[in-house]
């Protein structure tokens, strides 16, 4: 069975969350709690710290369950 990445945006990225590939290391639960949260609904809070922290604590995500995208500013 295929599932779909869950999805997380704020104005500045978009982090993925694909269950399926996750080896539930806890990482990202350990080192950043306040973003990647065990037992609170929806999982992870972007507004629980900057996005350069959580750059750094998605990149270190041992299956590459976590995945960013910075998100473009629109120029006028």
């Known amino acids: 069975m295929k599932t779909v990445p869950h999805v997380y945006s704020n104005d500045s ?17 350990k080192e950043l709690s306040n973003v990647f949260r065990q037992s609170v609904i929806p999982w ?7 996005t350069d922290k959580i750059i750094e604590q998605v990149k270190k995500c ?6 960013f995208h910075i998100k473009q500013k629109e120029v006028a």
């Open 13 to 29: 990225i978009t982090v993925t969350y694909n269950p399926c590939q996750c080896i539930n290391a806890e990482r990202c639960a």
């Open 44 to 50: 992870i809070d972007l507004e629980g710290e900057s």
């Open 62 to 67: 041992p299956s590459g369950a976590l995945k």
